[in-house]
Nanobody
Framework: QVQLVESGGGLVQAGGSLTLSCAASGSIFRINDMGWYRQPPGKQRELVAT???????NYADSVKGRFTISRDNAKKLVYLQMISLKPEDTAVYYCNADVLLTSRTPRVYWGQGTQVTVSS
């Protein structure tokens, strides 16, 4: 019913930057919270940053001041600008959306993930 497609991952040197994008499509009435989680190798998935439909952002302490989340509600897009990347930012990054479907049913969706690798 809803698809989230991420793009923008890759390999970057420490100190570099990347921007991730996620596009939502499908039977969407409204997207409430939308954001990014990541799963480092051998660890559990963790919150990176989320943004409400009204534009209020929430960041993990580990990324504050380095990552910026933004949204285009009309186009159903969410972005994650990452600067000053560190090797510990290496992870699979997942897009997440809290969606109200056109049927008015609430659902949470995940993207397929995009790999970000930061070399030292």
């Amino acid at each position: 019913q809803v698809q989230l497609v991420e793009s923008g991952g890759g390999l970057v040197q420490a100190g570099g930057s990347l921007t991730l994008s996620c596009a939502a499509s499908g039977s969407i009435f409204r997207i409430n919270d939308m954001g990014w989680y990541r799963q480092p190798p051998g660890k559990q998935r963790e919150l990176v940053a989320t943004m409400t439909n009204g534009g209020r952002a929430n960041y993990a302490d580990s990324v504050k001041g380095r990552f910026t989340i933004s949204r285009d509600n009309a186009k159903k897009l969410v972005y994650l600008q990452m600067i000053s990347l560190k090797p510990e930012d290496t992870a699979v990054y997942y897009c997440n959306a809290d969606v109200l479907l056109t049927s008015r049913t609430p659902r949470v969706y995940w993207g397929q993930g995009t790999q970000v690798t930061v070399s030292s």
